[in-house]
C-alpha cells in the first residue's frame, strides 16, 4: 500500500488548510486510516483517525473542534481539514493506513505516507 499526502504550506494562524492522501496499491475501503504529526526532536504524536466506513472518528484533544478527517473511498482519499489553526500546529504530518483502533482507543496502523510539511506563522 502506497500513501501520498499533499496539501501543506505556509498558512497564517487563524487559518485552514486541507491536506489530503491518496492511497493506492490495496482495497483503501476496507482499510482504517488516520494523520499524525511530527515535530524535530519530538515523537510522531496522533491527530486523527477514521474508521473504514467512516462510522467512527477520533481526535486529539489538541485538535478537537479544529480539524475534521474524512475520506472518499470511490477516490482512495482520505483528507483532513484543518481551521483555526496556530503556531503550535506546526508540523510534517503523515497519513497512516491499515491497522487497528485498540479498544483504548489508540491507533495503530500498518502503513506510512510520506510528510507534508505544514507551517503557521503568528
Known amino acids: 500500500v502506497q500513501l501520498q499526502a499533499s496539501g501543506g504550506g505556509l498558512v497564517q494562524a487563524g487559518g485552514s488548510l486541507r491536506l489530503s492522501c491518496a492511497a493506492s496499491?490495496?482495497?483503501?475501503?476496507?482499510?482504517?486510516m488516520g494523520w499524525f504529526r511530527q515535530v524535530p526532536g519530538k515523537e510522531r504524536e496522533f491527530v486523527a483517525y477514521i474508521r473504514w466506513n467512516s462510522g467512527t472518528t477520533t481526535y486529539a484533544d489538541s485538535v478537537k473542534g479544529r480539524f475534521t478527517i474524512s475520506r472518499d473511498n470511490a477516490k482512495n482519499t482520505v483528507y483532513l481539514q484543518m481551521g483555526r489553526l496556530k503556531p503550535e500546529d506546526t508540523a510534517v504530518y503523515y497519513c497512516?493506513?491499515?491497522?487497528?483502533?485498540?479498544?483504548?482507543?489508540?491507533?495503530?496502523?500498518?502503513?506510512w505516507g510520506q510528510g507534508t510539511q505544514v507551517t503557521v506563522s503568528s
Open positions: 497512516a493506513g491499515g491497522g487497528i483502533l485498540s479498544a483504548r482507543g489508540t491507533y495503530y496502523p500498518n502503513y
Open positions: 496499491g490495496g482495497t483503501f475501503s476496507s482499510y482504517e
